[in-house]
């Protein structure tokens, strides 16, 4: 067990965590090397500002696919679901850029697996983790900004108004543009340096914003699922822990 139980409490309570340091300088400069030849095969349009995301098969990322398991962020995202099996859900792996010029402060979050046409439900998945190839210990810098503790506000949101009320409001992930929508609380971006890594609970609202840091931002995002996730995937709009025993077990631990 790499996680110690304040992080699993963190998670339980915040719906994220950071783990600094976890990938060397090594895979971290492949990694690098990688996202950049991408970026360069296949450029953003001329002028672009703000994000611009590569979803490619994990065959199309060799290093990405690889350091999933190498860098220990598998291992991880598994000390979170255990005894649950935890791996890829979907068949990509996400390049995301923030292109310098865009100022923005994002004033809603969404969750992902919706907007996806001929959906019938939302393509969900277990939880987000990310790379970072860059430095975004400060704001401004294309961070991911988080609505700490919103993975719960969305469960009491399905409890309350159907596993299916983002579905059917044709908006997307977006809760904030519900009527009458949830308090889902503050946002804010979350700070990082280059080879920390980001674990995000699926059920976290959470949304891209501005770079004016003149930097090209980027970071690796794997969607990944406890195993047999879509069998449970309504119970776990309601439940948001169900796939997380570890961390309810700290949370009800005599120190929490
Ligand atoms: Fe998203």
């Not at 992080?7 to 060397?24: E, K």
């Not at 001929?118 to 704001?139: K, M, N, R, V």
């Not at 929508?181 to 959470?206: F, I, N």
């Not at 796939?243 to 009800?252: D, G, H, K, N």
Request: hydrophobic share 40%.
């Amino acid at each position: 067990m790499t996680l110690t139980a304040e992080q699993l409490r963190a998670f339980g309570r915040d719906g994220y965590l950071v783990v600094p340091g976890l990938v060397p300088e090594p895979l971290l400069a492949e990694l690098t090397a990688e996202a950049d030849a991408l970026i360069a095969r296949q450029p953003a349009p001329e002028g672009k500002v703000g994000f611009h995301h590569y979803f490619e098969h994990p065959s199309a990322l060799p290093v990405a696919h690889r350091a999933l398991r190498e860098s220990g962020v598998l291992a991880l995202a598994g000390e979170l679901v255990a005894p649950l099996a935890v791996d890829l859900a979907f068949d990509h792996i996400q390049v995301a850029t923030s292109i310098h010029g865009w100022d923005h402060s994002p004033g809603g979050g969404h969750i992902d697996g919706y907007g996806i046409e001929g959906q019938t439900e939302p393509h969900s998945f277990t939880l987000l983790a990310g790379i970072y190839l860059g430095d975004e210990t400060e704001p401004g810098r294309g961070n991911i900004w988080v609505w700490p503790g919103s993975h719960l506000g969305h469960e009491r949101l399905f409890r309350k108004r159907g596993v299916d009320v983002l579905m059917a409001s044709g908006n997307g992930g977006h809760a904030c543009m519900l009527p009458d929508p949830p308090d889902l609380g503050r946002g804010e971006p979350v700070l990082a340096r280059r080879g920390d890594v980001l674990l995000a609970h699926y059920l976290l609202a959470h949304n891209q914003s501005g770079n004016m840091a003149g930097l090209l931002r980027r970071i690796v995002y794997y969607r990944l699922a406890a195993a047999g996730h879509p069998e449970r995937r309504a119970a776990t709009q309601t439940d948001a822990l169900l796939e997380f025993a570890p961390v309810r077990a700290a949370l009800t631990s005599p120190e929490a």
